[in-house]
């Protein structure tokens, strides 16, 4: 059995060659030090302990590279993580800008742990059923893994805790049963929700988007790929619509600053003027 190893470049060049030919992927784009860490974190899972045994288990086994997508996504997260946003989106954003009838898109769905927040903070508004969500993610499992919406109970503490200081009128165990140590949530909560499997760089981004959440998700890719991104972002927004990213992120030296305003700087909120 291969010895625990770190990655370094060369694995890491030679991981992306692998995936790259055998399975025409480019993760080229990525950045190296957040891709490396989700590398390492699927090869965890997966009891893989050489960076030769995951190339082997790459280019060997078909089936395998969409557990390996699924498992390089996967996020530390949490419903209602940073309350303060979420009141933000309650109390003024959502009511002053989105109307019955309109778009709004989640690119890179990971565990759905903000989907269903935002279905939730949608319902508390009485607008779940008059807009339209479309919730993208890369791989094919995580698209099955969404829909469920299964959760860990391990995560309902801090869930809850979140939830507590977003300060609302409903209780979150009102939305979720709890069975076999996991919470199930209500599936009334995504059933218009448009959950599909979607890539950057090569397929069609929605269009008439009126808000996009694409919260910490920037900081893993190269400046290069987070223009390409945006622009694609930016496209498919209306004039007036609302970008909202993570509050480490920003559109400072983008190729799109120019086409937004910030309307809440400390949540990193913008909206689209051109």
């Known amino acids: 059995m291969d010895e625990i190893t770190n990655i370094g470049i060369i694995e890491y060049r030679n991981i992306l060659k692998a995936v790259s030919e055998t399975h025409g992927i480019d993760f080229s784009h990525k950045s190296f030090t957040a891709f490396v860490r989700s590398i390492e974190r699927a090869m965890a899972l997966n009891n893989i302990r050489g960076t030769e045994s995951l190339i082997s288990i790459l280019t060997t086994n078909k089936n395998f590279i969409h557990r390996f997508i699924s498992d390089i996504s996967i ?40 989907l269903i927040t935002l279905t939730i903070v ?49 209780n979150l165990k009102d939305f979720y049963i709890e069975k076999n ?62 970008f909202i990213c993570g509050v480490k992120e920003n559109l400072e030296s983008s190729n799109n600053e120019k086409s937004f305003v910030v309307i809440n700087e400390s949540e990193s909120i913008y909206k689209k003027i051109s």
């Open 181 to 242: 140590n996991k919470a199930y949530f209500d599936k009334e909560l995504i059933r218009n929700v448009n959950v599909k499997q979607f890539e950057f760089i090569v397929d069609e981004t929605p269009q008439n988007i009126n808000m996009v959440l694409y919260r910490n998700k920037m900081i893993y890719y190269n400046k290069r790929m987070q223009n390409s991104i945006l622009n694609k972002i930016t496209d498919s927004m209306i004039t007036g619509g609302i």
């Open 122 to 170: 949608l319902k508390e508004l009485d607008m779940l059923s008059d807009v339209r969500i479309t919730a993208t993610c890369f791989g094919r499992n995580q698209v099955d893994i969404i829909k469920e919406a299964v959760f860990p109970m391990k995560k309902m503490e801090v869930n809850t805790a979140n939830f507590a200081r977003y300060n609302s009128k409903l």
């Open 75 to 114: 996020e530390e997260t949490e419903m209602f993580r940073d309350p303060n946003l979420w009141l933000e989106l309650r109390d003024n954003i959502i009511p002053q800008y989105l109307k019955k009838g309109c778009n709004i898109w989640v690119p890179e769905v990971t565990s759905g742990d903000e």
